[in-house]
């Protein structure tokens, strides 16, 4: 079965945020192509392509399972709400196709990995520059 | 010389939110206690603890260096232009502390990996549910 993964990004009327999250869906398909062949990137509002044709994207491409991956970092109405409500409004269209939504960034164990990453990396270039 | 890592959200009027970020700071000083011995969340606006607070509690700690790690997604004017504002003009105050602003959240190499691992996480436990 042909697994998807859908990152759903806020959108902003700043086109280059959006950009970003396009961008690192791009760059996600050469890091992960052997557990997902589908990647795409989608918003909930203000940009293309939006969630629901993202998921028609995906299912276009052969998708037997979408996971749809919030690229937010707090659990706010978007994550609780609007994104499920919507997945599952496109679910009822696809009755053969497997639907899961991950939690969102903010709740994952590598995140403290990645802020203590982060710094680290300012750290050493501060000191290279120095 | 005493490190220490501020943590700066945008900040939100939902208080849920701004836990979850002050939870994650938490969570971080155990994870990170020999590399940053000192470290606080705060906000850019909408909730306590502000950026201007939260690096006078650095001080006030001993801070000899402060990371400043913007706690967002991608690039926007928060971060390019907010944020550094924000804290060089703090940093006015105190000559003798060392301040080094880190890159977003986005930028990092290892959120790709937390990408993919957040997705694997929701689809084992989607296994384990049937």
């Given at each position: 079965m042909m697994k998807a993964l859908l990152l759903v990004a806020h959108g902003s009327r700043r086109q280059q945020s959006n950009d970003e999250v396009d961008k690192i869906a791009e760059t996600l398909?050469?890091?992960c192509i052997k557990e997902y062949h589908i990647i795409?990137?989608?918003?909930l509002e203000l940009a293309e392509t939006l969630i629901?044709?993202?998921i028609k994207k995906c299912v276009d491409d052969g998708a037997g399972s979408i996971v749809v991956l919030p690229y937010f970092l707090n659990s706010g109405r978007h994550v609780v709400k609007d994104v499920p409500s919507i997945v599952n409004a496109e679910k009822?269209?696809?009755p053969g196709v497997e639907f899961i939504i991950s939690k969102h960034l903010g709740a994952s164990d590598l995140m403290l990995?990645?802020?203590v990453s982060t710094a680290n990396t300012a750290v050493n270039e501060f000191i290279q520059q120095d």
């Open positions: 398909k050469a890091h795409y990137s989608s918003f629901p044709d993202g009822e269209k696809y990995d990645l802020l």
